[in-house]
C-alpha cells in the first residue's frame, strides 16, 4: 500500500471544525468504554453462558485481535471511501455489533459479535487523530491533541465505573447494549461534521501483506488460547496454527522485503527508533489491559466484591492516566527518553507490588497500585510515542500510527493470552501442591486449635478445605500472572535506553 498523506482541511469553517472534535471524542471515549467496561462483567458472563476464566477472557481478546486485524488498512480505508462514509459505516456496524454481543445467548456467538465489534472499532482512534491533524491549524494542533487525549483516558476511566454500575442494575448485557445510543448519537453528529474529504485519494492495497498479516496474528492468538486446553503440540490443531502462524509471517516478510505494493512502505522498518517503538509498543500492549482485565476477576471471585465496588477501584488507573497529563509534556519536553525510563520504572514498582498482594489485600492496595500503574503508563505513552516518530518522514506517519495502534492491540491480546495461561496453570499446579499436604499424618490438622475448623473426618470440613486451597491456588495464579507483567515492564525500560535522542525534540 503506498503512503498515505492526510490532506489539508483546516479550511473548514470552524464551527464545523469543533462539531468534528466533539465527535471525534465521543467515539474515541465510546472506544475505550468498549474495552474496559466489559472486563468488570466477565464473573458474570461466566456464571450465565457456563463458561470457565478462560473461555471468559476471550471476549477482551477476540475484541483486541479483530482491531488489531483492521487498523493497519485504516488508511488506505479513509482514502478509499472519504471520512464521512468510513466514519458512518464503521459507527453503524459497531452498533450493530454491541446490540449483538448483548443480545447473545451462547459463547459462541459473543465472541463473534465481540471480534466484529473489533473490527468496526478498529478504525475510531487513527481516524479520528488523523481528522483532528488534518482540520486544525498547526497553531491549534496541541489543544486539538490534548482534548483528544482526554477523551481517549476518559475511557477507562468511565468504563470500569459504568460496566460496574450498569452491570450490577440491569446485568452483563447491559454493558454492552448501553453503546448503541452513544454510537448512535455520534452516528447523527457524523453525518454534518464530516465531509468526503481524503475520498478518491487511496493506492493500491497490498492483498498478500494485508492477508499473511490477518492470519499470522489470527493463528498466533488460537495457538495461545488453546493451547493449554489441548495439551499444546500433543494436539493437531495446535501444531498446525503454529505451521499457518510461520507461514504467514514469512510471506507477510516476502511481501513488505519484495512486493511492488506493499501493506507498509519498507523504508517504515529501516527507522530505528521507529523500529524500536514497534517493539516497545508491543510490550506496552501488555502493559495497557492485562491489569484491568485479572483484577476484576480476582475481586470478584476471590474477594466477593460488587460490580459498582470493583469498578470504582479498577478506575484508579484511569484517574492515574489522567494526572500524568499534567506533567508529561513538560517532561518530555525537558528529556523524552528519561519520561519514558520514568514512566516505566513506575509500572516495574506497580507489577512488583501487584505481584506482592496477598488474598487479604485491601481497597487501598487495589487503588494505589492501579494508579501507579496508569499514571506510569500515560508518563512512558507520550515520550515514546515522540521518539519514535522524531525521526520518521512526515509521509509515513499515517502508516506509522496505524501500525502503532495494531501492535499495541496485538500485544495486549497476545499478553493477555498468556496471562491467562499462567493463571490456568498455575492455579492448577498449586492446586495440586497443596493437596497433598491434606491427609492424617499433618500434625496441623490434628492440632486442637484447628481440629474444629480443618480436619479429615468431616465432610463439611473437607468442603471448607476444598474451597479455601482452590481460593489459595487461584491467588498464587494471580501473583504469577502480575509477576509477568513485571518482567515485561523491566524488559521495556531496557529498550527505552536504546532511543537515539532528537536534537529537534
Not at 485519494?201 to 493451547?227: E, N, P, V
Not at 492501579?370 to 515522540?386: D, H, I, K, R, S
Amino acid at each position: 500500500m503506498k503512503a498515505q498523506t492526510i490532506t489539508d482541511d483546516s479550511s473548514i469553517l470552524p464551527a464545523r471544525r469543533w462539531l468534528l472534535l466533539i465527535n471525534v471524542q465521543i467515539v474515541t471515549l465510546m472506544y475505550g468504554i468498549a474495552i474496559t467496561s466489559a472486563t468488570i462483567v466477565l464473573p458474570h458472563i461466566q456464571g450465565a453462558l457456563s463458561v470457565n476464566q478462560d473461555q471468559a477472557s476471550w471476549t477482551m481478546t477476540l475484541f483486541l485481535v479483530g482491531s488489531a486485524v483492521t487498523m493497519p488498512i485504516t488508511g488506505w480505508l479513509a482514502g478509499w471511501l472519504g471520512w464521512r462514509r468510513l466514519m458512518v459505516g464503521t459507527l453503524i456496524g459497531f452498533t450493530f455489533t454491541s446490540i449483538a454481543c448483548g443480545l447473545a445467548t451462547n459463547l459462541e456467538t459473543l465472541l463473534i459479535a465481540r471480534a466484529a465489534q473489533g473490527v468496526f472499532g478498529a478504525p475510531l482512534m487513527p481516524l479520528g487523530q488523523g481528522m483532528l491533524l488534518a482540520t486544525f491549524p498547526k497553531k491549534q494542533h496541541a489543544v486539538a491533541l490534548m482534548l483528544w487525549g482526554i477523551g481517549g483516558t476518559m475511557g477507562p476511566v468511565l468504563g470500569p465505573i459504568l460496566g460496574g454500575f450498569v452491570g450490577e442494575a440491569l446485568g452483563w448485557r447491559w454493558t454492552f447494549l448501553f453503546l448503541a445510543p452513544i454510537s448512535t448519537l455520534a452516528i447523527i453528529i457524523a453525518v454534518f461534521a464530516l465531509g468526503d474529504q481524503q475520498k478518491g485519494t487511496s493506492g493500491k492495497l497490498g492483498w498478500t501483506g494485508f492477508l499473511s498479516l490477518a492470519i499470522a496474528i489470527g493463528s498466533a492468538q488460537l495457538l495461545l488460547d488453546r493451547g493449554h486446553r489441548l495439551d499444546w503440540f500433543e494436539s493437531f490443531e495446535i501444531s498446525a496454527a503454529l505451521f499457518i502462524c510461520l507461514v504467514a509471517a514469512l510471506f507477510f516478510i516476502g511481501s513488505t522485503l519484495y512486493s511492488k505494493s506493499p501493506l507498509f512502505e519498507r523504508g517504515i522498518f529501516t527507522n530505528w527508533n521507529f523500529a524500536l517503538g514497534l517493539i516497545t509498543m508491543l510490550l506496552m500492549g501488555a502493559l495497557s489491559f492485562t491489569p484491568i482485565t485479572l483484577f476484576p476477576m480476582l475481586l470478584q471471585d476471590l474477594r466477593g466484591y460488587p460490580d459498582a465496588t470493583a469498578g470504582i477501584l479498577l478506575s484508579a488507573r484511569g484517574f492515574g492516566n489522567l494526572a500524568s497529563f499534567f506533567i508529561v509534556v513538560q517532561f518530555t519536553k525537558f528529556n523524552a527518553k528519561l519520561a519514558l525510563m520514568t514512566g516505566m520504572a513506575l509500572q516495574i514498582w506497580a507489577g512488583w507490588a501487584m505481584s506482592n498482594l496477598n488474598i487479604n489485600m485491601t481497597e487501598v492496595d487495589v487503588f494505589w497500585t492501579n494508579f501507579v500503574q496508569g499514571f506510569g503508563f500515560g508518563l512512558a505513552y507520550t515520550p515514546m510515542t515522540v521518539l519514535a516518530f522524531a525521526t520518521l518522514s512526515t509521509k509515513l506517519t499515517v502508516q506509522g500510527s496505524a501500525l502503532f495502534n495494531m501492535m499495541r492491540n496485538f500485544g495486549s491480546s497476545l499478553f493477555l493470552s498468556l496471562s491467562i495461561l499462567i493463571l490456568m496453570r498455575s492455579a492448577a499446579e498449586n492446586y495440586s501442591g497443596l493437596s497433598q499436604i491434606i491427609n492424617p499424618m499433618n500434625p496441623l490438622l490434628s492440632d486442637p486449635r484447628y481440629a474444629l475448623q480443618w480436619n479429615t473426618t468431616s465432610v463439611e470440613s473437607l468442603a471448607k478445605i476444598s474451597e479455601e486451597i482452590t481460593i489459595q491456588s487461584l491467588m498464587g495464579g494471580y501473583l504469577n500472572a502480575f509477576q509477568l507483567f513485571t518482567w515485561v515492564a523491566a524488559s521495556a525500560l531496557i529498550l527505552s535506553c536504546l532511543y537515539r535522542p532528537n536534537k529537534k525534540l
